[in-house]
Each structure stands twice: as structure tokens, then as C-alpha cells.
């Protein structure tokens, strides 16, 4: 895919969090935009699998989870795809957590119950590495 032309219809996403609820409700709303979800994850071990597996274009991923953290599933997967939109998640607004979202060069670093069309802008940004990838 051209990276400098995602749009909702052709982005594929995968969702990490280790609320199934949350998860869900984003899986939904994530759909109901149009978005193609191709795959959902409940810990950072699976979401590297995941992001093996499915090779989305973007990954909505949660910062705090078991077995392996969000920032540390980042890193794994930037090994293998430097090119995925990777969007942290995070109940707190937590400047340590932002540097740590930049340093694995994240698309964004999102607080949970931001609007929708943040999440959007998120998954649709140009990816870090782009102009390599041009």
C-alpha cells in the first residue's frame, strides 16, 4: 500500500487492550468507521503475534497490560515493521509515558476517552519512516 494515501476504508487495524470491554467498544467503533479490524489482542505477547500474523496497517495499543507492556510490544514489533502506525493508549496522561511513545516513534500517544476523531487522525497519520517507504 501507498503509505502516503491511507484512508479508513483501506487502513487495517488491530486493536490491544487487556479490557475486553474497552476493546470491544473501540473494535465497534473502529467498524462502524469504516476501519477493516483485523484482529483484536488482550496482552502485548499476542499483539506481537498479531502484528506478525495479520500485518496491519495501524495498531491501537494499550499501554499498561500483562505479560508484556504496550511500550515493550512496540519495540518488538518496530523491529519487524518499522513502518506500522502504532497509537498508545493510556488511561494516564503521563509525560514519562509519552517520551517512551515517542522514543519507539509512535503516531500518537492518546489518554482513553479522547474523541473518536482523535483516534482517527492517529490511525490515518503518515507513519514514522514514510518518505523511506516512498
Given amino acids: 500500500m ?11 487495524v488491530a486493536v490491544v487492550d487487556d479490557d475486553p470491554t474497552f476493546g ?28 506478525r500474523s495479520a500485518k496491519p496497517d495501524a495498531i491501537m495499543l494499550d499501554v499498561r497490560m500483562p505479560i508484556l ?19 498508545l493508549l493510556s488511561a494516564y ?3 514519562t509515558l509519552k517520551r517512551e511513545a515517542a522514543a519507539i516513534e509512535a503516531a500518537d500517544f492518546l489518554v482513553k ?9 492517529a490511525l490515518l497519520s503518515t507513519p514514522p519512516n514514510a518518505d523511506e517507504a516512498a
Avoid: W, Y
Avoid at 507492556?69 to 497509537?87: K, Q
Fill in 69 to 87: 507492556d504496550g511500550l515493550s510490544a512496540g519495540r518488538e514489533i518496530r523491529r519487524f515493521d518499522p513502518h506500522v502506525r502504532l497509537v
Fill in 93 to 95: 496522561d503521563d509525560p
Fill in 24 to 51: 470491544a467498544m473501540l473494535e465497534q467503533a473502529l467498524n462502524d468507521e469504516g476501519f477493516d479490524v483485523v484482529g483484536v489482542a488482550m496482552n502485548g505477547r499476542d499483539a506481537v503475534t498479531l502484528a
Fill in 113 to 121: 476517552g479522547c474523541r473518536l476523531a482523535d483516534l482517527i487522525d
Fill in 2 to 12: 501507498n503509505v502516503h494515501a491511507v484512508t479508513k476504508k483501506n487502513c487495517r
